[in-house]
């Protein structure tokens, strides 16, 4: 068994800051990458912001300059600082890990968290 989770979602006012956190535990062999994803009402998931275990990272353009996806020295924990926050930000937060398990080494799996909600409203 493999746990996603993620915490640290709220209400902020916009211009706001807020830090979310995932760790990803269980029977992993490794991780090779870790992002967060978000799902509006009536939308798509979508990608937020990525990390590989080399410490590459992606961002959507919506979010460039305002969020920064950072790891600690865990390699299965993953935080997502967010500032500047615009009540277009409201959703539901996913993080997403990508990785092997221990009884299946062959395979890539991509383990899910049960997401946090981030609503910006004044």
């Known amino acids: 068994q493999v746990q996603v989770v993620e915490s640290g979602g709220g209400l902020v006012q916009p211009g706001g800051s807020l830090r979310l956190s995932c760790v990803a535990s269980?029977?992993?062999?490794?991780?090779?990458?870790m992002g967060w994803y978000r799902q509006a009402p009536g939308k798509q998931r979508e990608l937020v912001a990525s990390i590989t275990s080399g410490g590459s990272t992606t961002y959507a353009d919506s979010v460039k300059g305002r969020f920064t996806i950072v790891r600690d020295g865990h390699r299965f924990t993953v935080y997502l600082q967010m500032g500047s926050l615009k009540p277009e930000d409201t959703a539901v937060y996913y993080c997403?890990?990508?990785?092997?398990?221990?009884?299946?080494?062959?395979?890539?799996?991509?383990?899910w968290g049960q997401g946090t909600r981030v609503t910006v409203s004044s």
């Open positions: 269980g029977s992993i062999f490794d991780i090779y990458s």
């Open positions: 997403k890990a990508e990785g092997t398990k221990v009884s299946d080494l062959e395979v890539r799996y991509d383990f």
